[in-house]
């Protein structure tokens, strides 16, 4: 099975995500590709300069900038961010602080707040339950 899986391919939409790079962004000889699952491994271990890059400063795909302004991709589309972002667009819009990303950033803290209680709820079921 081990040798199975060294031979597994993926689309390059799949290993885009994977890296956490816009596959539009991607080389040709990416985009038109198949990727292993070793190369993948080496593009994560060992990144080429075109991956660095794209990394660094995009665009990147909405779930990395997102992350990047601490919201949520929904979010996203409420302050109207359809579209990948630059490091240089996110960090224009961190500097701005917009209203709705104000919004969405306190809204996730709330969601992230709301998590953290329900898992301490669930560990003190848990230990109330080994505890018998």
């Not at 038109?32 to 994560?44: D, K």
């Not at 991956?51 to 900038?65: A, C, D, T």
């Amino acid at each position: 099975m081990s040798s199975q899986q060294s031979t597994q391919t993926m689309k390059p939409a799949t290993a885009a995500k994977k890296l956490g790079v816009y596959l539009p962004a991607t080389p040709a000889s990416f985009q038109e590709g198949v990727v292993t699952r070793a190369e993948l491994n080496e593009l994560q271990a060992n990144p080429p300069e075109w991956l660095s890059e794209l990394r660094r400063n995009g665009p990147h795909p909405r779930p990395v900038v997102a992350a990047k302004l601490g919201v949520s991709i929904a979010g996203l589309a409420r302050g109207g961010v359809t579209e990948p972002l630059t490091t240089e667009q996110i960090e224009a819009l961190k500097q701005e602080r917009p209203e709705w990303l104000e919004k969405e950033r306190a809204t996730q803290a709330e969601v992230r707040k709301e998590a953290a209680r329900i898992k301490q709820l669930q560990e003190e079921k848990q230990q109330r339950a080994a505890g018998r």
